[in-house]
């Protein structure tokens, strides 16, 4: 029996596969959020090939892209360059990475780990971060099964599985969010759900609740 195959091992033959896996430009809810923050210090869980993580930091952030990805982290390497930026890629598993200090925001932008996972991944994230420190999250909403994202249905994103996920932080905003979108399939209709949340503290320059 073969050994199943590890996420990195994974994510670099999708990564391989083709030259460019997702859009270059940031998410536009992640956009929305920034503008309105002090720049500080971030973290991009699954950063890829570093769409928000290079956005934030030719506006004054000091990123760290973290991914199993090695393939995926070298061209975000090299677009941080050709953007004349710089940007800390880590190649770890965010099970185990911990950053050196406390963070003012924390990105998990399309990651859907497994249903047992998601509490964990959030806490983990929390713990990173600074008193009043914002967390983004964004996937594909359940509504979007067969559609997009993982095909077991259990990974996929709802407001309440995310309301669930982030008891102990303060949630500013969690919904689903019909919009268009652009990718390598084009332009299309799709359904995401969008988090952001404070860890507890205080917060200043938080934006309104929406």
């Not at 809810?29 to 090939?49: K, Q, S, T, W």
């Not at 995926?72 to 710089?86: K, N, S, T």
């Not at 067969?146 to 982030?166: C, F, I, K, S």
Request: aromatic share 6%; glycine share 10%.
């Amino acid at each position: 029996m073969n050994a199943p195959e590890s996420p990195a091992a994974y994510w670099d033959q999708r990564y391989e596969a083709v030259e460019e896996l997702w859009p270059r430009a940031p998410n536009v809810f992640l956009a929305e959020l920034a503008a309105g923050l002090a720049p500080g210090r971030a973290i991009d869980l699954g950063a890829g090939e570093g769409r928000n993580a290079i956005w934030l930091a030719k506006r004054g952030w000091r990123v760290t892209a973290l991914d199993v990805s090695a393939v995926a982290l070298g061209r975000a390497a090299q677009r941080a360059a050709e953007e004349g930026v710089d940007l800390d890629c880590v190649e770890a598993d965010w099970r185990e990475y911990r950053p050196g200090a406390p963070l003012e925001l924390a990105i998990i932008s399309f990651m859907h780990p497994e249903p047992g996972e998601r509490p964990s991944m959030f806490e983990r994230a929390g713990e990173a971060l600074a008193p009043g420190g914002h967390l983004f999250v964004t996937g594909v909403d359940l509504a979007d099964h067969g559609r997009r994202g993982p095909p077991d249905a259990e990974r996929l994103h709802t407001p309440q599985r995310l309301r669930r996920a982030l008891r102990g932080f303060d949630l500013l905003r969690c919904e689903s969010v019909a919009h268009e979108t652009e990718d390598r399939q084009g332009r299309r209709s799709v359904v995401d759900v969008v988090a952001i949340a404070t860890s507890p503290g205080p917060k200043p320059g938080a934006p309104n609740p929406r």
